[in-house]
Each structure stands twice: as C-alpha cells, then as structure tokens.
C-alpha cells in the first residue's frame, strides 16, 4: 500500500484534508505501511489510532487558542481598568464647572457685570447693553438636533468612565466565557491524552514497553491485541474524564460545623 492510499479519516477533518493534518499523518504513514500486520489491523491504524490522534490535537490546539486570548484579554483589561477609573473621577469635577459657567452666562450674569462695572447713561448706556446682549448671543448654545454629538466638547474623564465601563464589561464577559467553556481544562485534557496515545503508538512501533515480549520475534501481529486494548482503554479514560471534569458542572462542598466536608 502506497503512502498516498492512505487517507485521513473524514472524522478527524473536514471534506478537505488541512495541511497541518496531512503533515501530521506523513509522520506516522511509512512507518504502518512498513509494519507486518493484516489489513484490518492496519485500517484500526488508521480509523481508530490515528483518527483520535489528529481529532484531540486539533482540539487541543484550538482550546490553547482560546484560552489565551481570553486570559489575555482579562489579564490587560484588569490592568486598564484602574488606571482609567482613576482619570475618571476628575469628571463630576468638570462637570460641575461646566454647569455653573453656562447656568451663569443664560442667566444673564454677564450682562449685569458689564452694565454695573461703568456708570453709564443715555445712548452710551444703551449702546453697551446692546453690546453685551450681543456678547451673550455668541455663547455657546446647545445643539437643536439630538442626532448630533459634538465628542470635541466632552470633557476627558467622561470618556476615561466610559472607557473603564466599556473595557470592565469585556473583562468580565471574557471571563465568563472562559469559565464556561473550560477552555483551560480542555486543552490539558485534550494534551494529555493525545500524548498518551502517541506514546503507546510509538512503543508499539518498535516494540518497546509492554510490548517488548514480542520484540524478540519481531510480531506486530501478536503484539496488536494489547495496543488496541490500551488504546480504547486510553479513549475510554478520556470520555470519563472529559464528562466528570469539563461536561459536568461543579457542585459547590457542603461543609458541617466541624468544618469536614460532607456528600
């Protein structure tokens, strides 16, 4: 049987076989094309062994992912957020100076000031009123349409609380996505098995290990009833671990007075 026949299986991959997946097979395909065992045996190689290894090393490869660009997020965030809440608590401060200056101003305060500052009287004195309404006018006034935000107007520190809300509620949603999906705790289950099976793989290749009784005869053959039931013993560990540790969620300890935890 050539290396091209053999064909990874549809289950570990999608209709059109990955790169990476090809090159992870090419590793293991001389080698059971070189072995002295029947065709079913081969084809367990294939269908059973190495589809499992490729399925858990792909899924092993996309938990790390995640879970690092979920860690990564919160890690950075929690950093932003206290230096962002602290330029925010300068903004009641503007805000309120903000208030009073146009509350001053609409109020006519302006005015006052100017026509009080100088004893005026007859056509002066109205000239300078006509003056100081004209000054009033030029104020700032605010925008007729809703649908328009001047972001040149607000004040730094709103936008630092806004920033810190917005930037806070990644964090958490980060964190909360991580810690229902266990992206952590899959990809370490998902490792640990994949290197288990590899290694048992490769003691089977060359006969090493449990199989070293069968080394001296050089029987693949022989030697095959024990790899296959380590194997599914392996892949039934595996689903145990995976429904008890990831699937199942976590009961919260009950503990009597003494402190000892009870069931």
């Given at each position: ?23 992870r097979f090419s590793k293991y395909a001389a ?17 059973r062994w190495f589809d499992q290894v490729n ?107 806004l920033a810190a809300l917005l930037v806070s ?95």
């Amino acid at each position: 049987m050539a290396i091209q026949d053999l064909e990874v299986p549809d289950s570990a991959t999608s209709k059109k076989t990955q790169p990476k997946d090809q090159s992870r097979f090419s590793k293991y395909a001389a080698t059971i094309d070189s072995l002295d065992i029947t065709d079913i045996q081969r084809e367990f190689l294939k269908n059973r062994w190495f589809d499992q290894v490729n399925w858990m090393s792909n899924e092993a490869a996309k938990s790390r992912k995640c879970y690092e660009r979920l860690r990564s997020i919160v890690i950075i965030g929690s950093a932003l957020v206290p230096t962002l809440v602290t330029l925010g608590t300068l903004a009641p401060t503007f805000i309120s100076l903000n208030s009073q200056e146009i509350s001053f101003a609409r109020s006519g305060g302006t005015s006052a000031m100017l026509l009080s500052s100088e004893a005026v009287s007859g056509t002066e004195s109205i000239d300078r009123s006509e003056r100081a309404s004209s000054q009033l006018q030029t104020l700032p006034t605010p925008s007729t349409n809703p649908s328009i935000v001047d972001l040149s107007s607000i004040p730094f520190p709103v936008i630092a609380s806004l920033a810190a809300l917005l930037v806070s509620q990644g964090v958490a949603i980060c964190a909360a996505i991580d810690q229902f999906y266990k992206y952590g705790d899959r990809w370490r289950h998902y490792r640990r098995s994949v290197e288990l099976l590899k290694s048992d793989g490769w003691q089977f290749f060359q006969l090493i290990g449990p199989y070293a009784i069968y080394a001296d005869k050089g029987n693949h053959k022989a030697a095959f009833a024990l790899f296959a039931n380590q194997v599914e013993s392996i892949i039934r560990s595996d689903v145990e671990g995976y429904i008890s540790q990831i699937a199942s969620p976590k009961q919260p300890s009950t503990k009597d007075k003494d402190g000892s935890e009870q069931s």
